[in-house]
């Protein structure tokens, strides 16, 4: 493995968990646990709302569906609540992306979005992944 290599991955993120109610979830992740609760967003567009939680560098993500034909609230009545993906943080999204293709690995999102942070974003296939949903991250700016 190349220096390189080391540090195009620079961190986990976050892990996201399936939950069927943020409300609910927090009884355990906040009240029993005792993690605070950081940002709480809607995000229509995918039928779903976000909770994200700080533990050290790194956060847990509890995401919920909020339209029951959201592909989480399927996912949900397919798997029942749990792990949903972990979240790698990046230096390069392209240049990752680029030699994941290279690799032949099957991507969700062969080119990066943004969300409303301004972090760029992509999937990879949990088939290439060992079963695992895999979120890249670039952080831009001042996104957390
Ligand atoms: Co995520």
């Known amino acids: 493995m190349m220096i390189e290599d080391m540090k195009m991955i620079k961190k986990i993120n976050h892990v996201a ?3 069927p109610e943020l409300a609910d979830a927090q009884k355990f992740w906040v009240e029993a646990l005792g993690l605070e ?3 709480v967003a809607q995000v229509p567009e995918e039928g779903v709302e976000i909770a994200f939680l700080p533990v050290g560098d790194s956060e847990i993500e509890l995401i919920s569906p909020t339209e029951a034909d959201s592909g989480v609230a399927r996912y949900l009545a397919k798997r029942g609540p749990g792990m949903h993906h972990i979240c790698l943080e990046v230096a390069d999204i392209e240049a990752t992306l680029a030699r994941l293709k290279t690799a032949k690995i099957p991507l969700i999102n062969e080119e990066p979005a943004v969300n409303k942070n301004g972090t760029r974003y992509a999937f990879i296939h949990p ?6 949903l895999v979120e890249l991250y670039e952080l831009t700016g001042q996104a957390a």
């Open 37 to 39: 609760l950081g940002s």
């Open 127 to 132: 088939k290439g992944a060992n079963g695992v």
């Open 17 to 19: 968990i399936v939950v």
